[in-house]
């Protein structure tokens, strides 16, 4: 007792790129390749909600969240705590490491370590390299006081440079 079931031929498919196509004409004025023996699915994308969705006006205008999105105050400033906290220690290791870099770099003049002595290049190679490490860290410990004046004053970065 065989069953026939019906077998749905799929149209030729052709690649243009990073697009593909059904349309014999227009691959052909494209330069597309044909795609033997794949089949093509085409999934949409999730669409990024708008800030408007997010959050509703209510009388007065003001945007409230969900009540399903809203964090307990205690909580929220617990969380803010503990990542001014983070944010602290990192902007400690950050500036230890660039005074760190600064003493090795001596103003541009670092002293020369094995070979060179004798290569020249190898030597103002690693100057550069210092000099691009210090301006890193110097742009990170720049980002870490932005983030942390997010929080407010304590232990921030009131004392900007």
Known sequence: MGLALPVWAQEPIYRCGNEYTNNP???????????????????QGNRARNAASA???NASGASVASPGNRIDPNE??????????VLEAELKRA???????RAEYKD???????IEARNHQ????????LKAAIART????????RELSRFGAPGGGSDAR
């Open 55 to 57: 959050s509703r006006p």
């Open 25 to 43: 004409a227009a691959a052909r004025d494209k330069n597309c390749k044909l795609i033997d023996g794949a089949n093509v699915s085409v999934v």
């Open 122 to 129: 190898k030597y103002l190679d690693r100057v550069a390299e």
């Open 108 to 114: 541009g003049q670092p002293d020369k370590i094995g």
């Open 95 to 101: 500036e230890a490491k660039l005074a760190e870099l």
């Open 138 to 145: 110097e742009a990170d410990i720049a980002g870490i006081r």
């Open 76 to 85: 929220q400033r617990a969380r803010d705590a503990d990542a001014r906290a």
